[in-house]
């Protein structure tokens, strides 16, 4: 049901392809980058709890940072098989097309401008669990 034209789809197969392979090699140059990077040698020598404390804060950056861009490759990959299934381009909530504008900036997106707010405002409002 996409209205996206050749060209169109073309464009943001070629970004996405692009964002996939960008995002793995990031993450694979932060695992190797962790891996090498001892928490001993963060720390220090005679780490005292300062010490600690900051390599511990280092580690879950990198951690957090790894995490984002896992996420940020599942919803290419996610995109990329919408448009294997031709359901690219097409809003996950109303069914309605995605406006061509809205897809070059984010070409991830699952929904309309419309629903995607929607969707925001619902979810900014839902409590969440914690521990």
Do not use: W
């Amino acid at each position: 049901m996409t209205t996206l034209d050749e060209r169109q789809l073309q464009t943001l197969h070629q970004r996405l392809d692009d964002s996939e392979r960008t995002l793995r090699a990031e993450i694979h140059a932060s695992e190797r980058h962790r891996a090498d990077e001892s928490y001993a040698n963060l720390a220090g020598a005679s780490p005292d709890e300062g010490d600690e404390a900051n390599a511990d804060l280092f580690v879950d950056v990198d951690h957090a940072l790894i995490g984002l861009k896992l996420t940020e490759l599942r919803a290419v990959e996610r995109a990329l098989q919408r448009m294997r299934v031709d359901s690219y381009g097409q809003c996950a909530d109303c069914d309605m097309p995605i406006d061509y504008a809205r897809l070059l900036v984010r070409p991830t997106a699952e929904r309309c401008a419309h629903c995607q707010q929607r969707h925001e405002r619902y979810y900014a409002t839902m409590p969440r669990s914690s521990l």
